[in-house]
Structures are given as C-alpha cells and as structure tokens.
C-alpha cells in the first residue's frame, strides 16, 4: 500500500468534523486503496467495495454499518489466494473498526 492512501481524499477530510466520522473517513480511504489494488484478486477488490458501501450508509445505525463491513472483510481475510499483504490490509482494517466505540 502507498503512503498516499494514508491522507484523507479532500471531500472526505472536509466533511470529518468529530473523531468518529474521521476515523469512518480514513478506514473508508483504506478500503478504497485495497479496493484499486490490482495485486490482489478481484473477488476481494469487490468485497473492499462492499465493506465501503455498508460503512457509507448514513440512514443506517452505526453500529450496523460497523458489523456489517467485519463480517465482508472477515470472510475476505480467509480466501487462500488472498497475498499476505492484502490479508494485512483487510486485519488492520478491521481493527480499525472494532476500535469504533
């Protein structure tokens, strides 16, 4: 993954007024890095996208739109052609989740 991943895209870092909607920016800027990745194969690029999607969701709770990206990006973490460093990605982004109070 790229260093440029990390910073925030500007309609994203605009919009992330409290530390939660930051935290669901930057998590949702991970899941869009891993979704462009081409190294990785496509079945996870479209999970990536699905995670993403159920984090944007602002008319549902929370906590749903939480649990719902973990369940994709777990059973992402355990496709066997996934490489080591797609699986990495998917772990510490869903740490990055299950530290969302």
Do not use: C, F
Request: glycine residues 4%; aromatic residues 2%; charged residues 20%.
């Amino acid at each position: 993954m790229s260093a440029q991943g990390a910073a925030l895209p500007p309609a994203a870092a605009e919009t992330a007024t409290d530390p939660m909607s930051l935290a669901i920016a930057q998590t949702v800027a991970t899941l869009t890095e891993l979704a462009d990745d081409s190294s990785v194969p496509r079945n996870v690029r479209r999970g990536a996208q699905s995670a993403r999607e159920a984090l944007g969701k602002p008319q549902v709770a929370l906590d749903v739109r939480v649990a719902s990206a973990v369940y994709v990006l777990d059973d992402l973490a355990n496709d066997p052609n996934l490489p080591t460093h797609g699986r990495t990605a998917i772990w510490s982004i869903i740490s990055q989740l299950e530290s969302l109070p």
